[in-house]
Structures are given as C-alpha cells and as structure tokens.
C-alpha cells in the first residue's frame, strides 16, 4: 500500500512518495457522446462521502476525488466545492514506464465514447480518471531511469467510468449520473444506464454496505532488489531511502545547482516508508480527518491492474485545471503554522503577508508557470488572477497565487498530429515537475538534475 501527504501535500500525490494524480478537472476527462439523455438519480438526503466510499470499496477501480475542504477565495467558484466517487469501470488504461505513446489508449477511448455534459450538475459526470505517475516523463523526455523501482507501478493506471456518484458541497445534494456505455446502441445503452443507477443507488443506500476484503491490510510486497533504506528518528520501523551524511551532501549539491544558474530553487524531499497498520480505507478516513483539503483522492488499482496498491493523498494545492479552454494553474509557496491560538496565529498572517522573502518566492514561481503556459495558449491570453493571497487550511497557513491562460481550439498537426488542445497541453507540461513544486528550469535538464539525486522512483 502506497500512500502521500506531501508538505502542501497533494494536488496529486507528493512525487517524491507516491505518483501524482491529475486533477479533478483534468485527470477526469469527460466522455463524450451527443444526443443522448443519461439517467441521473439523486439521493436524499444526500449520503456522507465517508458512507459513500465504504459502501463502493469492494467494487474494482474504487476511486475518489474528494474535497474534504471547502476553501472561499477570490475566484468566482470556491475550491472544493465538488467530489466525484466512481467504481467498477467498464474498461482500463495500463502504461508502462517508457512506453512510446502513453495517451493514445485513453485519446481513442475519449473519441469512442461521446456525449454532452447535463447543465447544473457537477462537471464530472462519467469519464477516465487515474494515475499519471511522475514516471511518465520517461515517455515525454529523454532521460535515464532511477535505479530503484520497489512498487512497479505504471507509468498510467486509469479507469473509464461510466457511472458516477457527484457531490456538490455547495448544495449538500448528491446525484447518481449513469452513462450507459460502453453500450452506444440508444435503446440498449439506455437500459444499462438504468440498470447500472439503481446498482449504485441501491449500495449507497444499503444499510450494511459490503464489506472490503482483508487482503487490504496487508502490506505491500516490494521488488526483489529495493533501494536503500535506513532508520529515522520516530515509530519503530520508520525507514527513509537517505541517510543523514548522505541527504546532507544532497543539499550541498543542490546548492552548487543553484549558485551554478541551473535551478531557481530545489525543493529536496525523502520518501518515508512505515507498515501499515490499517486497511487504506481507514487509514484514509484518518487522514480527510485530521487534514481535510479541497483535493484529496484514494484510488484502488488492486482489481483492475496487475498492481496491488492503493493510492491516498490530501494537498491544498492542485496543479493543473482545464475547463472551456480555461488552463488554471494554483501555485503556493509561503508557509506558516496555524496553533489555533488566536492572538498567536493573528500574528503569523501579518508575518506571512508582510514577508519580503516569502512573497518573492511566490512571485517567482508565478513567473515560471506564466512562461509554462505561454507556449500552449493564445498569444495574450496568461492572466495572474489571484497573486500571494493567503489561505488557511487545516494546521497550516499559505501564500497562494493562480495563473491562467486560453488553450487554442485545436492544436495542429505540426504541433501535435490528432491531438485536442488538451492532450497537446499535458504532452508539453505533465509530468514537468512536481504538482507542487514547479520550481526547475531551464528545460529537460531539471529531469537530468532531479534522477541524479533519486535512489528509485517515485512511486
């Protein structure tokens, strides 16, 4: 079982523990299909997302975008006001590290199975949602492999989903909206569509939800030769993949890179590894407890991939957004302490906002991602619409900025032969850097600097 909590801890999940998910916008490629009505149901009173997920987790392909957090901002719509729980897809995406075209299965897939979105209801409402591991740069660079691989993990694991369970926290409502496929007859994928809502209503609303199997509480199964690893300071067990001597000559060199002109800044993480000690279930009701945030995922591949893991994450911070055209990235770089003591929490914010050092740090990350996304969007169209506002999140307070520009309507051929503007996007940006930490520049040559410091990869 692979887990993530990365200090903003994940839009995705924190690369250096686990592999990154692509936002709820994002990852959550809508299907598509015209003229056609999919059956949508809603559930009243609206089921809590803990219900939700213990009633779904025995079916394959659990997966959930949650957002435990709801966060008001200066955008037009607050962070976190949707989750989407989805189970049992009709078909898989399984891509293995290096492979020559990652996205072609899930761009077929996306041109086969069509139709409109419903106006008013969630956005996501039936589509291809997943893993994009950090290790697909290896498919969209030029770069050498990390020596360690304990987990094995694709490059892409992913399912199409046909039937979805959607939350607006706004609203507290909650619907059950089938699609159907991959039935594309009209009569015919109407029926599934029926059969399969009343299959999710009735487990939503089902007083003893099926239970998860036990096979779930064990631990995962490593490679035969894993990276090194050695004992840090905490529970019996807690092993880290650096030493102390050698994370210390780390943080040397990343000096040399920087003084050197080759980064702007380095964000230097260890990958923690414990025994589990509870199902992945559990462990991830603890975690939307004790740390909700407005993107927080979990993601069982065990039943519909070769990979016996479950993934888990919760990060304030998400990486990439596509919607009309709209590409938003949200970067945050500024960090205080929250002690839920008023007067001293008063003076940390005025700190926070008041510091030279932390504002520029996030100014230059601002920078950075508008010359991200200038390449892939209309001449003039990158906006900075929110610059170091502060945000305050469960134990933390942060500086957050959001950066935003307008995708062509089609990308040429000459760019990206067959390629929505969409997927020509995540070929240029995803999986550039960490979701959380665009930071490396110039070029490729971040990926060259990052696998020198790797002792495995970032699974």
Same mark, same amino acid.
Request: charged share 20%; glycine share 4%.
């Given at each position: 079982? *692979?887990?993530?909590?990365h200090?903003?801890?994940?839009?995705?999940?924190?690369?250096?523990?686990?592999?990154?998910?692509?936002?709820?916008?994002?990852?959550a490629?809508?299907?598509?299909?015209?003229?056609?009505?999919?059956?949508?149901?809603?559930?009243?009173?609206? %089921?809590?997302i803990?219900?939700?997920?213990?009633?779904?987790?025995?079916?394959?392909?659990?997966?959930?975008?949650?957002?435990s957090?709801?966060?008001?901002?200066?955008?037009?719509?607050?962070?976190?006001?949707?989750?989407?729980?989805? *189970?049992?897809p009709?078909d898989?995406?399984?891509?293995?590290?290096?492979?020559?075209?990652?996205?072609?299965?899930?761009?077929?897939?996306?041109?086969?199975?069509?139709?409109?979105?419903?106006?008013?209801?969630?956005p996501?409402?039936?589509?291809?949602?997943?893993?994009?591991?950090?290790?697909?740069?290896?498919?969209?660079?030029?770069?050498?492999?990390?020596?360690?691989?304990?987990?094995?993990?694709?490059?892409?694991?992913?399912?199409?989903?046909?039937?979805?369970?959607?939350?607006?926290?706004?609203?507290?409502?909650?619907?059950?909206?089938?699609?159907?496929?991959?039935?594309?007859?009209?009569?015919?994928? +109407?029926?599934?569509?029926?059969?399969?809502?009343?299959?999710?209503?009735d487990?939503?609303?089902?007083?003893?939800?099926?239970? +998860?199997?036990?096979?779930?509480?064990?631990?995962?199964?490593?490679?035969?030769?894993?990276?090194?690893? =050695?004992?840090?300071?905490?529970?019996?067990?807690?092993? #880290?993949?650096f030493?102390?001597?050698?994370?210390?000559?780390a943080?040397? +060199?990343?000096?040399?890179?920087?003084?050197?002109?080759?980064?702007?800044?380095?964000?230097?993480?260890?990958?923690?590894?414990?025994?589990?000690?509870?199902?992945?279930?559990?462990?991830?009701?603890?975690?939307?407890?004790?740390?909700?945030?407005?993107?927080?995922?979990?993601?069982?591949?065990?039943?519909? #991939?070769? =990979?016996?893991?479950?993934?888990?994450?919760?990060?304030?911070?998400r990486?990439?957004s596509?919607?009309?055209?709209?590409?938003?990235?949200?970067?945050?770089?500024?960090t205080?302490?929250?002690?839920?003591?008023?007067m001293?929490?008063?003076?940390?914010?005025?700190?926070?906002?008041?510091?030279?050092?932390?504002?520029?740090?996030?100014?230059?990350?601002?920078?950075?991602?508008?010359?991200?996304l200038s390449?892939?969007?209309?001449?003039?169209?990158?906006?900075?619409?929110?610059?170091?506002?502060?945000?305050?999140?469960?134990?933390?307070?942060?500086?957050?900025?959001?950066?935003?520009?307008?995708?062509?309507?089609?990308?040429?051929?000459s760019?990206?032969?067959?390629?929505?503007?969409?997927?020509?996007?995540?070929?240029?940006?995803?999986?550039?850097? #960490?979701?959380?930490? %665009?930071?490396?520049?110039?070029?490729?040559?971040?990926?060259?600097?990052?696998?020198?410091?790797?002792?495995?990869?970032?699974?």
């Amino acid at each position: 079982m *692979a887990s993530g909590n990365h200090g903003h801890p994940l839009a995705f999940l924190e690369t250096s523990v686990i592999n990154e998910w692509v936002t709820q916008t994002t990852s959550a490629a809508k299907l598509f299909n015209p003229r056609f009505d999919p059956t949508v149901r809603e559930l009243t009173p609206a %089921p809590s997302i803990k219900q939700g997920l213990e009633s779904l987790q025995h079916l394959p392909g659990a997966l959930l975008l949650d957002s435990s957090m709801q966060i008001q901002s200066s955008v037009a719509q607050p962070l976190g006001r949707f989750s989407f729980l989805m *189970a049992d897809p009709f078909d898989q995406v399984i891509v293995d590290v290096a492979a020559a075209d990652p996205f072609q299965t899930i761009q077929s897939l996306l041109k086969r199975f069509r139709t409109d979105s419903i106006p008013d209801l969630p956005p996501m409402q039936g589509g291809i949602a997943g893993l994009f591991s950090y290790d697909l740069n290896q498919s969209l660079e030029k770069i050498s492999r990390s020596p360690g691989n304990e987990f094995e993990l694709p490059a892409i694991a992913a399912g199409a989903y046909d039937t979805v369970v959607a939350w607006d926290h706004e609203q507290n409502r909650c619907w059950v909206v089938s699609q159907g496929f991959p039935e594309t007859d009209g009569a015919i994928r +109407k029926d599934r569509a029926n059969s399969r809502a009343r299959f999710f209503v009735d487990l939503l609303t089902s007083v003893n939800p099926t239970q +998860k199997s036990e096979t779930q509480f064990q631990n995962a199964t490593l490679a035969d030769e894993p990276s090194p690893s =050695f004992e840090v300071d905490g529970p019996v067990g807690l092993v #880290s993949n650096f030493s102390r001597a050698r994370y210390m000559a780390a943080v040397k +060199k990343c000096i040399d890179y920087i003084h050197a002109g080759d980064v702007f800044q380095i964000n230097l993480a260890q990958r923690l590894l414990f025994p589990a000690n509870a199902s992945s279930i559990e462990l991830y009701q603890q975690l939307r407890q004790c740390n909700p945030a407005p993107f927080s995922g979990f993601f069982d591949l065990s039943q519909i #991939s070769p =990979f016996d893991a479950q993934i888990i994450s919760a990060s304030p911070e998400r990486f990439l957004s596509v919607r009309d055209r709209i590409v938003e990235t949200r970067p945050i770089k500024g960090t205080r302490r929250r002690t839920r003591r008023p007067m001293v929490d008063i003076q940390a914010k005025q700190e926070l906002l008041a510091s030279v050092k932390d504002r520029a740090e996030n100014t230059m990350i601002v920078d950075l991602m508008r010359n991200d996304l200038s390449p892939v969007c209309c001449d003039d169209s990158i906006r900075v619409t929110q610059l170091c506002e502060l945000e305050e999140y469960q134990s933390v307070m942060h500086l957050v900025s959001a950066v935003q520009g307008r995708l062509p309507r089609r990308v040429g051929p000459s760019r990206c032969a067959g390629c929505d503007q969409e997927w020509f996007f995540l070929r240029s940006e995803a999986p550039d850097h #960490s979701p959380a930490s %665009p930071h490396s520049r110039p070029g490729n040559h971040r990926f060259h600097l990052r696998c020198s410091f790797d002792t495995h990869r970032n699974d």
